[in-house]
């Protein structure tokens, strides 16, 4: 049984389930219900009201009303379930993308949790650290897991497992072109899906040289990631875009032309979102960042219109040379100046 959250969706109460146990319903799930207590049966028939179709002579559950009737509505749902994941082998619950889940997705899920232990089921949730409304409720529920020892961080693949899932792949009859791994590994850095895609593209075009072009999907997962950052947010990440995939607190500040607690805010934003990360300090305590993924940065850099991109491009340069010669080392980044001139439209 599955079910998923969706961007702009949040205000769907009970999108996952109803998504989930619909589609169990139509996969010969009636027959699974039939040892289910009427009554329970009546309480999931408010969220799903093919149930008194297939059970026609369901009691009428008393109002919503009344007291604990929040319970026995969760209670019925959670009969429900338990009995589509009755059997041999257990079933399965997944629910993808919970960011994106309403609140009462989350408190039917931190029900059910609760009620699991004993039941031959398995629940399996994920969901992205994103700033959205229940991602406070989600870190919570994520700790909670954390102490039962069932929560899992997951992190990128490496080279070696890289190789190892082109070697499997391979393997399996998929026609890839030779020695790709390490191509595959700069180009993805170890993003899954971003290994799957490129992969993807790669057996498909049959070409391993010359320039990759981003796929489609890869293109559109970081623009929906993109989508929510707000313009004051934009500005500075757009700078940040144009310093290049690494960059620092002061060069940023003085070319995105905004004041300092903007820009802490901003940062604080983006790294909630995931989009940067906060580096080790740098030479003289300098407070560095580097973009999550450089085709994040290239997609940023791409949105950014030509005429801005100039602009930001010679404001860099020129916060470089002012850093540059406060620092009394005026040639240092003597060439990082020169290139940034030059893609704001002045030769020197």
Not at 51 to 64: A, E, K
Not at 225 to 231: G, N, Q
Not at 285 to 310: C, M, P, T, W
Request: proline fraction near 6%.
């Amino acid at each position: 049984l599955s079910g998923a959250g969706y961007q702009g969706e949040s205000e769907c109460a009970y999108g996952p389930w109803t998504e989930g146990l619909r589609a169990a319903l139509k996969d010969e799930g009636a027959v699974r219900l039939v040892g289910v207590a009427p009554h329970w049966l009546a309480e999931a028939a408010r969220l799903l009201p093919e149930l008194s179709g297939l059970f026609p002579r369901l009691p009428q559950p008393p109002s919503l009303d009344g007291p604990g009737a929040q319970n026995r509505f969760f209670e019925g749902l959670v009969q429900v379930l338990l009995a589509l994941c009755a059997g041999q082998p257990p079933g399965v619950m997944f629910f993808d993308d919970l960011q994106w889940a309403d609140s009462a997705t989350l408190d039917l899920l931190v029900y059910l949790a609760r009620r699991l232990p004993g039941h031959p089921a398995f629940m399996l949730l994920a969901w992205r650290r994103e700033p959205t409304p229940i991602q406070q409720n989600l870190e919570e529920l994520g700790r909670q897991a954390q102490r039962a020892g069932a929560y899992f961080s997951l992190a990128r693949l490496t080279r070696a497992q890289v190789s190892d899932l082109v070697r499997q792949l391979a393997a399996n009859g998929l026609q890839l072109p030779q020695d790709l791994d390490e191509r595959l590994y700069q180009e993805s850095e170890g993003l899954p899906l971003f290994v799957i895609e490129y992969l993807t593209a790669l057996a498909e075009s049959q070409q391993a040289g010359g320039d990759w072009p981003m796929p489609p999907s890869v293109r559109q997962a970081l623009q929906a990631r993109l989508a929510s950052v707000s313009e004051a947010n934009w500005q500075v990440l757009s700078t940040a875009a144009v310093i290049g995939r690494s960059f620092d607190f002061d060069i940023l500040r003085e070319a995105s032309a905004g004041s300092e607690a903007e820009v802490v805010v901003a940062l604080e934003s983006l790294l909630g979102r995931g989009l940067i990360s906060e580096g080790p300090a740098g030479k003289g305590g300098q407070l560095l960042y580097d973009f999550s993924h450089n085709k994040l940065r290239d997609v940023v850099y791409e949105e950014i219109s030509l005429a801005r991109r100039r602009l930001l491009h010679r404001r860099v340069a020129e916060a470089l040379a002012n850093q540059a010669r406060s620092q009394g080392s005026p040639g240092e980044h003597a060439s990082q100046i020169a290139h940034h001139y030059r893609l704001g439209g002045q030769e020197l």
